[in-house]
Structure formats: structure tokens, C-alpha cells
């Protein structure tokens, strides 16, 4: 299933792209979106509410055509399970590894971005 998430600007990564770096300039710029604008709680698997402080981007690959470039990358982040808070709460809160596979589409004229979750 594919869902469709936010839409945002990524102009560093378009500057960057046909260069040697492109990977690390994505990397870093997907890292420094507000993480509300990527699909981090809709790919939770292993807790309840995602954290985005630890968040990292694995590029798994890049495609274009002659209007987008498409990065599918890997993102790697932590979340926890959330308890009631209750001073009797049983619910431990420790933080879980979280992985999602995404798909973003840079448009090439504008650097208007997508992200969309795949699972």
C-alpha cells in the first residue's frame, strides 16, 4: 500500500544533483525538514509515537526522468511506547529502532517536493 504525505521544498538537493554530492546534501536536507512534513508516525511498526531527534536517511535509490527526480530511501528513526503517564503506569518508555521506506519526487524546475510512505 502507498500512501501520499506533504509537499515541501528541497532546493539544496536540486542544486546538488549530477554532482559527487548529492547524496550527502539530500541526506542532510531531508534531515533538517520539519519532521512533521515526513511520515514518520504513519511508518511506525515496533511503538506508538515516533521521535525524529536521531533521524538518519539511508539512500537505497535514485531515478529520473525528464521532470522529477526519485529518491526511494530508507528512514531510520526511533519511537517509543506511550503509556498512560499515570504514576502506576506499567509501560516502560523506552525508546525502539523504527525503519519506513519513502519515495521522493524532486520536481526538476521548481525543487517542489513529495515524500510518500510504501509499506
Not at 30 to 41: F, K, T
Not at 71 to 84: D, P, R, T
Request: with cysteine; aromatic share 8%; charged share 15%.
Amino acid at each position: 500500500m502507498i500512501y501520499n504525505y506533504a509537499m515541501f521544498n528541497l532546493s539544496s538537493s536540486l542544486a546538488a544533483w549530477n554532482t559527487p554530492s548529492f547524496k550527502a546534501v539530500f541526506s542532510q536536507e531531508v534531515c533538517s525538514l520539519d519532521p512533521s512534513l515526513l511520515p514518520l508516525q504513519q511508518g511506525l511498526q515496533n511503538s506508538s509515537y515516533a521521535i525524529s531527534d536521531k533521524l538518519s536517511v539511508a539512500i537505497l535509490n535514485i531515478e529520473e526522468d525528464t521532470s522529477n527526480i526519485m529518491v526511494k530511501a530508507g528512514l531510520l528513526y526511533n519511537g517509543i511506547i506511550a503509556g498512560c503517564s499515570c504514576a502506576d503506569d506499567p509501560t516502560p518508555t523506552d525508546e525502539t529502532n523504527e525503519y519506513c521506506d519513502v519515495l521522493f519526487r524532486i520536481d526538476k524546475r521548481t525543487a517542489e517536493s513529495s515524500v510518500t510512505l510504501i509499506s
